[in-house]
RNA sequence: UCCUCGGUAGCUCAAUCGGCAGAGCGGGUGGCUGUUAACCACUAGGUUGUAGGUUCGAGUCCUACCCGAGGAGCCA
């Protein structure tokens, strides 16, 4: 018999005479003549009660099952009688498929997030991360339709990497050298006798390959892993994280402003009215304010604010900063924090930084002194989006490398690419794990990623 | 990497001025009951993060280290 998923039984409209469930025991409770097992399959939030009666052959095992265990359960789909669920099922037979020890660590009362973290092969299985894998899922899927419907291609850029310098953090060296005893050329590591012939590395971004197909299909995107080894530690940092990049030909600033404005709020939206009951979730237990913070940022026009009235903006605001607030430097997290949170409560899109603190790819504004950047911030999180129109101008790139000491010959094909029919084009990143925070509410990084990735933490 | 705070039973926490290391939950046993974070009774469970030190006596004070969290920097 075919199993059938507990969403599905929970949303039944009549009673079945004939089901098979299968899942794992979260609660079970006696009562005289027979017990309630709780049963969650991982297909929603919700658990279904099953009624095991004591004329089943094997009741005396069935009491003794705790938190855990896995069982399979052929029976009757019934209107409840009790008050808390629409259905049960009265069971006919149950099968334990897997015994749990009595050493199981979770119970039904809440847990830290932090002693979560330290099982973290059991925590998808208690409500609040089993929500945030589901939420996860379906906010991956979203995208691809997202970008479908906009007619981009999916594309998928190199993990490894030969640019040694893209400027955006420290690099995880790959390498199937010795390192105990590598092969050595003039005192210094010979790294013509490693895999590629050259040094390689992890990703830190798909976005100088992503051009390059831009400038072939039209809109593309990559979603896929990255990888930044920066000893960072803070709540919203990992060192392997999933980053969406769509990248688009003949696109402004302006045009790429829009299109991060509807991407955010299409996946807002869809996560609103798909992931209902466990958004409820979140918003019940972790963010009190999760709705209506969701309604600001899937409805309202988000904030257009050019870097130096930003700048001005911090520079009259009635509070004081730890960190000046000063024209050339860039804005630090409070300052963030406060456009967003305090003074326009809402997304604010910071655009036309300095070019000073920007990186070389980045088109050149005709003021010769910013460039033309974007971060999308948001709410609590912070920057969600980097990104910006990139310098399509062959001789205006070489400069900018130059002045960034960069060196042409790791990035001739970048350059390249400017002498055959070079076009505007622009295109960002979406910090895929930060959108899931804003989405849930969650606080911190490492619970929205199922196995997170930080300095000193690779266990699982 | 820097700053701040923390580490006591499987989990969440308490322990007064330095004076017998406790509770709830979870586990086990028994009872009761269409229950639903069920309830009642009993019970097992501890190298107080690690290593030193001060003291008649250290969970508590001192030193070093380890681990965790929050903030900062870096960024998505």
Same mark, same amino acid.
């Given at each position: 018999?075919?199993?059938?998923?507990?969403?599905?039984?929970?949303?039944?409209?009549?009673? #079945? !005479?004939?089901?098979?469930?299968?899942?794992?025991? /979260?609660? %079970?409770?006696?009562?005289? @003549?027979?017990? *309630?097992?709780?049963?969650?399959?991982?297909?929603?939030?919700?658990?279904?009660?099953?009624?095991?009666?004591?004329?089943?052959?094997?009741?005396?095992?069935?009491?003794?099952?705790?938190?855990?265990?896995?069982?399979?359960?052929?029976?009757?789909?019934?209107?409840?009688?009790?008050?808390?669920?629409?259905?049960?099922?009265?069971?006919?037979?149950?099968?334990?498929?897997?015994?749990?020890?009595?050493?199981?660590?979770?119970?039904?009362?809440?847990?830290? #997030? !932090?002693?979560?973290?330290?099982?973290?092969?059991? /925590?998808? %299985?208690?409500?609040?991360? @089993?929500?945030? *894998?589901?939420?996860?899922?379906?906010?991956?899927?979203?995208?691809?339709?997202?970008?479908?419907?906009?007619?981009?291609?999916?594309?998928?850029?190199?993990?490894?990497?030969?640019?040694?310098?893209?400027?955006?953090?420290?690099?995880?060296?790959?390498?199937?050298?010795?390192?105990?005893?590598?092969?050595?050329?003039?005192?210094?590591?010979?790294?013509?006798?490693?895999?590629?012939?050259?040094?390689?590395?992890?990703?830190?971004?798909?976005?100088?390959?992503? !051009?390059?197909?831009?400038?072939?299909?039209?809109?593309?995107?990559?979603?896929?892993?990255?990888?930044?080894?920066?000893?960072?530690?803070?709540?919203?940092?990992?060192?392997?994280?999933?980053?969406?990049?769509?990248?688009?030909?003949?696109?402004?600033?302006?045009?790429?402003?829009?299109?991060?404005?509807?991407?955010?709020?299409?996946?807002?939206?869809?996560?609103?009215?798909?992931?209902?009951?466990?958004?409820?979730?979140?918003?019940?237990?972790?963010?009190?304010?999760?709705?209506?913070?969701?309604?600001?940022?899937?409805?309202?026009?988000?904030?257009?604010?050019?870097? !130096?009235?930003?700048?001005?903006?911090?520079?009259?605001?009635?509070?004081?900063?730890?960190?000046?607030?000063?024209?050339?430097?860039?804005?630090?997290?409070?300052?963030?924090?406060?456009?967003?949170?305090?003074?326009?409560?809402?997304?604010?899109?910071?655009?036309?930084?300095?070019?000073?603190?920007?990186?070389?790819?980045?088109?050149?504004?005709?003021?010769?002194?910013?460039?033309?950047?974007?971060?999308?911030?948001?709410?609590?999180?912070?920057?969600?989006?980097?990104?910006?129109?990139?310098?399509?101008?062959?001789?205006?790139?070489?400069?900018?490398?130059?002045?960034?000491?960069?060196?042409?010959?790791?990035?001739?094909?970048?350059?390249?690419?400017?002498?055959?029919?070079?076009?505007?084009?622009?295109?960002?990143?979406?910090?895929?794990?930060?959108?899931?925070?804003?989405?849930?509410?969650?606080?911190?990084?490492?619970?929205?990623?199922?196995?997170?990735?930080?300095?000193?933490?690779?266990?699982?």
């Amino acid at each position: 018999m075919k199993r059938t998923k507990i969403a599905e039984l929970l949303n039944s409209t009549s009673s #079945d !005479e004939r089901v098979l469930i299968q899942g794992w025991v /979260r609660t %079970r409770r006696d009562s005289k @003549g027979f017990s *309630f097992i709780e049963v969650n399959d991982g297909s929603c939030l919700g658990n279904i009660q099953v009624i095991a009666d004591a004329a089943l052959d094997n009741y005396e095992d069935l009491r003794k099952l705790i938190a855990g265990s896995a069982i399979g359960v052929t029976g009757e789909l019934v209107a409840s009688p009790g008050k808390g669920q629409a259905w049960e099922i009265r069971a006919s037979r149950i099968d334990i498929i897997g015994d749990a020890s009595e050493s199981y660590p979770l119970q039904k009362k809440r847990h830290t #997030d !932090e002693f979560l973290r330290t099982i973290a092969h059991l /925590r998808p %299985r208690t409500n609040k991360y @089993g929500a945030v *894998f589901r939420i996860r899922s379906e906010l991956s899927f979203a995208i691809h339709r997202f970008f479908r419907d906009h007619g981009f291609r999916y594309i998928h850029t190199p993990i490894i990497t030969g640019s040694d310098c893209e400027g955006a953090g420290e690099l995880f060296r790959v390498t199937t050298l010795d390192v105990n005893d590598p092969p050595k050329r003039a005192g210094t590591v010979d790294w013509g006798a490693d895999f590629f012939g050259k040094e390689a590395n992890l990703t830190v971004s798909g976005q100088l390959s992503a !051009e390059m197909l831009a400038m072939a299909l039209g809109d593309v995107y990559t979603f896929g892993p990255t990888f930044r080894a920066e000893n960072s530690n803070t709540r919203r940092h990992v060192a392997e994280f999933w980053m969406v990049e769509p990248e688009m030909a003949f696109c402004d600033l302006e045009c790429n402003m829009a299109f991060a404005q509807e991407m955010i709020q299409y996946l807002t939206t869809y996560i609103l009215q798909e992931c209902q009951e466990d958004i409820q979730l979140f918003a019940r237990f972790v963010d009190k304010t999760l709705i209506s913070t969701l309604s600001v940022i899937s409805q309202s026009e988000y904030v257009r604010l050019p870097y !130096e009235e930003a700048v001005d903006i911090l520079n009259h605001a009635p509070r004081s900063f730890e960190f000046e607030v000063a024209s050339g430097k860039d804005l630090q997290s409070e300052h963030e924090r406060y456009l967003t949170e305090v003074h326009f409560k809402k997304p604010v899109i910071v655009f036309d930084y300095p070019k000073t603190i920007k990186p070389f790819y980045m088109r050149l504004n005709d003021d010769d002194k910013t460039v033309a950047a974007m971060d999308v911030l948001v709410p609590r999180i912070g920057e969600i989006i980097g990104g910006s129109q990139r310098e399509e101008r062959l001789h205006v790139l070489e400069q900018r490398m130059k002045d960034c000491g960069v060196t042409r010959e790791d990035y001739w094909w970048y350059l390249d690419m400017r002498r055959f029919g070079s076009v505007p084009h622009s295109g960002f990143g979406l910090g895929f794990e930060r959108m899931l925070m804003m989405l849930t509410g969650i606080s911190n990084i490492r619970d929205v990623i199922p196995f997170p990735r930080t300095p000193n933490s690779i266990e699982f």
